[in-house]
């Protein structure tokens, strides 16, 4: 996580290892955002959306900056299904101080498949979601001179599906008004062919691309935008439990994912 300009974390919903990540961050990335949908206080400009504070579960997103956040608004999604629907699931905004330059940030998690939801579509909940980050980005007003990027695990697979027009992938990109980045590094964010935690757990299943970082049209448009997959590996880790011990070498289930960007 080191060297970057800016970091959107998922999935940071645990209390205590979620405060102990952002403190041990502080000093590369001073500037941080809560996470989501943990409280809706005055660590944050605004907070939109469908907050409860009686959802049990946050979140789980959190931006980290080397550059001086000077606007953070959260967003909760109007519905969930299944698990999903007991969390503050939605997305932060940043608006973000880079030089002499305005950059427009959004960290989102979308939407997960799950049995739990039902006869409700998980796809048809993503899309809902989408459609509210981008009614967002247009009630913002942002100038076109400035870039737009939304990122994070949108539960979106791009994997046999970027050629097919109807495809969720494309309609992702048509809902946000986002250009295809050009895509490097592994072919997958989530892949139990070589992820410990992934194999684990899901030993059959195949290889998913969920994870990214897109650029809105309607703003500044980068030359250049690259997606790139790392495979870093942790030192290994182990749990137990009912006598059995596990042990792991990756730091997630997910790979992160490395946007570059050259601007204009």
Known sequence: MKGQDVVILNEAFDNSASDRLLGNLKKEYQYQTAVIGRSNGSEWDKTLG?????????????????WPIVEKIQYVFEKGCGPDNLSNKGFAYTKIKKNDRFVHIIGTHLQAED?????????SVRAAQLKEIQEFIKNKNIPSNEYVLIGGDMNVNKINAVNNINSE?????????ASSP???GHTATWDATTNSIVNYNFPNAPAEYLDYIVSSKDHANPVYIENKVLQPNSPEWSVTSWFQTYTYNDYSDHYPVEATLFMK
């Open 182 to 184: 050009a895509y490097t």
């Open 169 to 177: 992938y494309r309609s992702m990109l048509d809902t946000l008004h």
């Open 115 to 123: 049995n739990g939801c039902g006869q409700t579509s998980p796809a």
């Open 50 to 66: 469908s907050y409860s504070s009686s959802n049990p579960e946050d979140g789980g997103v959190a931006i980290v900056s080397k």
